[in-house]
């Protein structure tokens, strides 16, 4: 493999890994948020002890989010500084802008509202943990702008380099708006699952009931509306996606041929890029209402657009690697919607102030912890592949954005490095979640927040 | 003033805001096995910096954001080129990270203590490599005519590089213990301040030289002046810890090291990435900068945000001012 391909394996494996934290540092903090506000209203000291329970698991995950989130802002300049070099005056700002306002919030406030137990009035305390959740949600909206500018390139010129015209159309860029409500209630659907899947496994073995049906049902609710929300904001998405590149579209569906109107396949057994299906099963005319919003609309296909670009572009290959592509897409929506239909299922168990349910839907509820990790896995590894060969869409090509002064070697090291490393940090995170996850909840008294400050150790 | 010259001072500012902050909190990261004698001193120690560290962290973050926007080109050609010594800093900085949050997780010596020599070593390396990463900006590297490194990863390590290294990392050491005797009580505290007297005194030393070095690549009076004011504050910072008057030394040792960043800044300007091979190929506030557009709209930005920042971040040292006691 050369340094290109090298780098590309570690944005992807970096990346990805990532992108496990922070839908969970996203959700959680909300969440989180939540139970510590019932507490502070109702003086329930179970809504308490499930903030300290949950609190927990939510700061092992952060920390993994923050170390391994330097590494991405590095990367850019290490192995694409061609790239780097082209966009910074664009890129670069919702980067900096990212760190400066909600960066330093999130951090601040986090540390404030982990060691402010007793130590700041209950109100201020809350407020902590309330402007961590907001930094987190602010902190999606400029790295998602950023990631938009590559997506579909607006407000600047290129002048050798591309350079900014108009700052608030980059933030406002018709990507990033249907993005953001995407990714985040995606983000509050994993969240969800933690807070589901956890008090599952307490509630399948009857403990702490006044502390676990609260939380499995807030956990329910947070699932139901952020796939709710992902479906509404991944329609128009879609929608969007179909007017800005309209290959991605066409290789989310593995559509070779233009078609009016345009079914949408469920899966395809035959070859994995789908150009001779054995058996499809397919929706009529569902693609081109997901695409254009008509039931009858023209969707371009794979062929046609190639040509086209061909034409405005110049002689090359336009198309991404569609297996990936149609699998991801296909993948991303599954894996999201089974996390959904687990939590109705659980939504019907717990009505009426009661708690049904046998050894095997509780042990469907654990597993389902997987679901949203990989439904955010597939949905990023799709939008960012299905819009190769480009780095920043029809402005320059990935090839063309790596550094050129690292070599293979390089590369190489760096990338084995990160996978020993992240490797061993996933076994002992996981470890780490799955131990305080079991743990019983603190008990009323230790979860009382005294000023003790000298005596109580936050690590 | 230019606004290229107003992000050479703002990225000024967000290094001594780094080094300033995080240089205590990896000083006592590298303290943990010289100052604790046992698990509950460990924790005071790790205790002291608990809820601040994370957020001295985004300082850097910040800084290398606000460079990858101010000035791509030094962003770019910076980044590349010194690859490997920044996924050093990478590795170590995770690993460090994660040991703070994680080392109490699990009741076993094995797992503490494993945790604790990552902490120590996460510490470690960046305290070095940051040095030698800023003396190797001011010296200069080989840039070709594209801005691009042609050097290899040993030519960062030149005696020049090596003894600023050394003295980030002993001035960091030192601001740690300082910061340990300020914020512990009894006899960690009493152990710290001997430990700072003790590193404090090479830290002198390896500044003197490092600093005088550091004229010939620019130097003028000013500069001169800046030297001599940072070793003074140096020196005052380890003649306030020897009377017991921590407080002062700590603020000292901060001076000490916010000037130190100062100082090296002014001897770089106007270049931020000088070429050893041709001087005009280096990289200049000009021509490593992005346009006034995006300098203007981040000015605007930055020059309400970041004193916000440092409110609340004092905010932080405020209530979290008491001395850290174990029982």
């Known amino acids: ?459 | 003033m230019e606004l290229t010259e107003v992000w050479f001072v703002a990225i000024t500012v967000l290094w001594v805001g780094y080094f300033v902050l995080e240089g205590f909190d990896f000083g006592v990261g590298m303290m943990l096995p010289v100052v604790a004698r046992n698990e509950t001193e460990r924790r005071v120690m790790i205790d002291t910096i608990g809820p601040v560290w994370d957020g001295n962290e985004v300082w850097l973050i910040t800084a290398g954001g606000a460079t990858f926007a101010a000035f791509p080109e030094w962003y770019a050609s910076l980044f590349s080129g010194f690859y490997l010594p920044l996924l050093l800093i990478l590795v170590a900085l995770i690993v460090r990270g994660v040991g703070f949050e994680y080392r109490g997780k699990r009741d076993s010596v094995a797992w503490r203590l494993r945790w604790d020599a990552g902490i120590v070593a996460g510490s470690f390396v960046p305290a070095l490599l940051w040095g030698i990463a800023f003396a190797n900006i001011v010296r200069g590297v080989r840039l070709d005519a594209d801005h691009e490194y042609v050097g290899t990863f040993w030519d960062l390590l030149n005696p020049y590089a090596l003894l600023g290294g050394l003295t980030t990392l002993t001035l960091f050491a030192t601001h740690g213990a300082v910061f340990l005797a300020l914020k512990t009580r009894g006899e960690i505290s009493r152990r710290a301040a001997s430990v700072a007297l003790k590193t404090g005194v090479a830290a002198a030393v390896l500044m003197v030289g490092f600093l005088a070095w550091t004229q010939i690549y620019g130097g003028v009076v000013g500069t001169v002046i800046l030297a001599v004011f940072a070793v003074l504050a140096f020196a005052s910072a380890l003649g306030a810890i020897a009377r017991g008057r921590q407080g002062w030394a700590f603020l000292l040792s901060a001076v000490a090291i916010g000037v130190t960043v100062i100082s090296l800044f002014v001897v770089l300007h106007p270049n931020v990435l000088p070429s050893t091979i041709n001087p005009a190929y280096s990289l200049t506030v000009e021509n490593a900068a992005a346009t006034p557009k995006t300098l203007g709209i981040m000015t605007g930005i930055a020059a309400f945000f970041l004193p916000l920042v440092v409110l609340y971040q004092s905010w932080t040292y405020w209530v979290f001012r008491h001395r850290v006691g174990a029982g």
């Not at chain 1, 690697?321 to 168990?349: D, H, T």
């Open chain 1, 1 to 459: 493999m050369d340094a290109l391909e090298l780098a590309r394996w570690q944005f992807g494996v970096t990346t990805v890994y990532h992108f496990l934290f922070v839908p969970v540092t996203i959700g959680m903090s909300l969440l989180v948020a939540i139970l510590n506000t019932a507490w502070v209203r109702t003086g329930k000291v179970a809504y308490l002890r499930a903030t300290k329970f949950f609190g927990t698991l939510f700061l092992i995950n952060f920390a993994m989010g923050v170390v391994t989130g330097i590494v991405q802002e590095f990367q850019f300049g290490m192995n694409w500084s061609t790239y780097s070099r082209f966009v910074g005056d664009i890129f670069g700002a919702p980067l900096a802008l990212e760190a400066l306002l909600a960066f330093f919030l999130e951090s601040t406030f986090l540390g404030l509202w982990l060691f402010g137990w007793g130590r700041l009035p209950k109100r201020v305390h809350l407020a902590c943990i309330w402007i961590v959740a907001f930094g987190t949600m602010l902190s999606a909206y400029f790295i998602l702008a950023a990631n938009s500018f590559m997506q579909w390139p607006v407000g600047f010129k290129v002048n050798q380099r591309a350079e900014l015209v108009d700052f608030g159309a980059v933030l406002t860029n018709k990507v990033v708006l249907a993005t953001f409500p995407h990714t985040v209630f995606g983000c509050w659907l994993a969240g969800g699952v933690i807070l589901m899947a956890v008090s599952a496994w307490h509630l399948a073995r009857k403990r702490d009931l006044e502390v676990f049906r609260p939380s499995l049902r807030l956990g329910i609710a947070a699932v139901l509306v952020g796939a709710l929300g992902t479906l509404v904001s991944g329609d128009i998405l879609g929608k969007i996606m179909t007017q800005t590149q309209p290959m991605k579209m066409a290789a989310a569906e593995a559509l070779y041929e233009t078609r009016q109107p345009a079914p949408f396949s469920l899966f395809t057994i035959g070859t994995l890029d789908g150009t001779k299906p054995i058996y499809q099963l397919e929706i009529p005319n569902l693609l081109s209402q997901l695409a254009t919003g008509s039931f009858d609309g023209k969707v371009e296909g794979i062929n046609n657009l190639q040509a086209a670009y061909e034409r405005r572009f110049g002689p090359g290959d336009y198309r991404p690697y569609i297996p990936v592509a149609y699998w991801g897409f296909r993948l991303m929506i599954g894996f999201g919607l089974l996390a959904a239909l687990v939590a109705l299922v659980l939504l019907w168990l717990t009505r009426g102030r009661q708690v049904r349910g046998t050894g095997w839907v509780w042990k469907v509820a654990v597993w389902s912890v997987v679901l949203p990790f990989l439904a955010h896995s597939f949905g990023w590894i799709f939008t960012e592949m299905a819009r190769q060969p480009w780095i920043v869409f029809t402005q320059m090509k990935t090839a063309d954005g790596v550094s050129p002064s690292v070599g293979a070697g390089t590369v190489l090291t760096s990338l084995i490095v990160f996978t020993i490393l992240y490797g061993g940090l996933a076994l002992v995170e996981v470890g780490l979640m799955i131990k305080y996850g079991r743990a019983t909840p603190p008990s009323a008294d230790d979860a009382e927040p005294h000023d003790g400050g000298e005596t109580s150790f936050a690590y």
